[in-house]
């Protein structure tokens, strides 16, 4: 019979890191998954950094820990670690949990996961394999079939199995729009040799495809196992998901300007592809249109009253995208417009060349005139 991996590691193997922000009822479902893990409980550990939640995060999870079993000697039988610390977004709380972290390797988790009992096993036994070197492991993250009903759970759920349909391919060439964080793992020197995530990158979006890019850059190997399976509990509702879109739309300008050669992958400079409703809309958000806005807004209702039926409709799921489409160019705008305030910006030059020509810099940058409001972002979170 062959030894018991974690047999094999001395001490703790592997940290399983969950970074959450005011999501307690989504974390309450999903952590006794993590508690659950079928290694040997010396060998790995659970960090769950809370980002500034106020919700009763930190008490529940005092809680949680107080409850766990003990041995002979009273040491808690599965090491949970709770860090806190001012919300600072997704990127600072992934680092913070790699930075606490004292297994070898590091498996960030958000904080919707909900893991197999093989987990954390499958993540290690991909980087125990005696012919690899260091490298990414990452797994499918399927839509958990308890999430709540709706045509925007059903699209991550596809968008999901598409991704492992990919990634399980043999010979399939990664793209940095594969990097998807919320069910990875790799060495803890690696993490600090690359430097981690970006925590410029506050908001939602994109510290996955920068971290990425810069690990390819490095020839990191991604490598993907089918075993380490952790199912995602949706629960965003329409509201939620169109102030997401705003930020990509940000956050794709920020990538742009880390990474200029990915341009043409970015979906503001794929306009000219677009379907053409589509192509107004994004036209329409990246020139503040309030004409547009205003017309957008019976769809944006009738897209939210149908989320909360629960209805799963292909219809819903086209229709989304047209008011999704103006507020990614909201957030184009919205990054623009502030480089362009700026002292020390480059002018045209902060504006990528396939939207010179189709975007304006205004007189007087400042997105309260345009009457559109925006919310700040939500901290570390789910996708």
Known sequence: MAPRLDRLVSGIAISLVVSTFQRLPTLRRSLPTL???DLDPGSFEI??????STDGTLEHLAGVAADIPRDAAARPLVTLRVIRQENRGLAAARNRGAREARGRIVLWLDDDAHASPQLARAHLRRHEEPSGGERVVTGPFPLWAESRRSFLSAGVGRWAD?????????????RFTDCCFANASLPRSLWERTGGFDEGFRRFGNEDYDFGLRLTGAGVEFAFEPDALAAQDYGKDFAAWLRDWRDIGRADIALWRR???IEADLAFARIEAAHPLRRVALSAGLNGSRSVEAALAPVRAAL??????????GLWDRLKWLPADFVYG???????TKAAADPAGA???????????RFSLPDHPDSARD?????????????
Do not use: C, F, N, W
């Open 35 to 37: 508690l659950a893990q």
């Open 47 to 52: 960090l769950v950094v809370v980002d500034g």
């Open 162 to 174: 598409e991704l492992a349909g990919r990634l399980a391919g043999p010979g399939y060439r990664l």
């Open 259 to 261: 990474h200029p050669a």
């Open 304 to 313: 939210a009253a149908a989320d909360r039926a629960g209805l799963t409709s």
């Open 330 to 336: 909201l957030g184009v705008r919205d990054a623009l």
């Open 347 to 357: 002018g045209a030059e902060s504006v990528p060349p396939s939207l010179r020509g």
């Open 371 to 383: 009457g559109i409001q925006s919310k700040e972002g939500d901290g570390a979170r789910g996708t």
